[in-house]
């Protein structure tokens, strides 16, 4: 499994952003971030359901993991961002299902990561 993720940028306070992480023969992706200074955490997942999600407190309502099968894609769109978005953002992949997919320890792939700068 070999997993790239893109689409980091510098936005402003408010802007979207849309993170893109491609993957094959994958059963689960998890979407990571670790700011400066912090330690890595869990933002949101998706199982091989498209309604099978699960997100981070604060950014529910803000951000969603769809994900297209056929492109072996799973995205992070980022709507309404915030200055403590700011990170460095990773994604990681599982062929199993994962127990606890907020776990990092459930993810035996990953990549390297997009940095997301938002700007206040």
């Known amino acids: 499994v070999q997993l790239q993720a893109s689409g980091g940028g510098l936005v402003q306070v408010g802007d979207s952003l849309r993170l893109s992480c491609a993957a094959s023969a994958y059963y689960a992706v998890g979407w990571f971030r670790q700011a400066p200074g912090k330690e890595r955490e869990f933002v949101a997942a998706?199982?091989?359901?498209?309604?099978?999600?699960f997100y981070l407190d604060s950014v529910k309502g803000r951000f969603t993991i769809p994900r297209d099968n056929a492109k072996n894609t799973v995205y992070l769109q980022m709507n309404s961002l915030k200055s403590e978005d700011t990170a460095n953002y990773l994604c990681?992949?599982?062929?199993?299902?994962?127990?606890?997919?907020?776990?990092?320890?459930?993810?035996?792939?990953w990549g390297q990561g997009t940095l997301v700068t938002v700007s206040s």
């Open positions: 998706i199982g091989w359901s498209p309604d099978d999600t």
């Open positions: 990681a992949a599982s062929r199993t299902p994962p127990t606890r997919p907020q776990g990092e320890y459930e993810y035996a792939y």
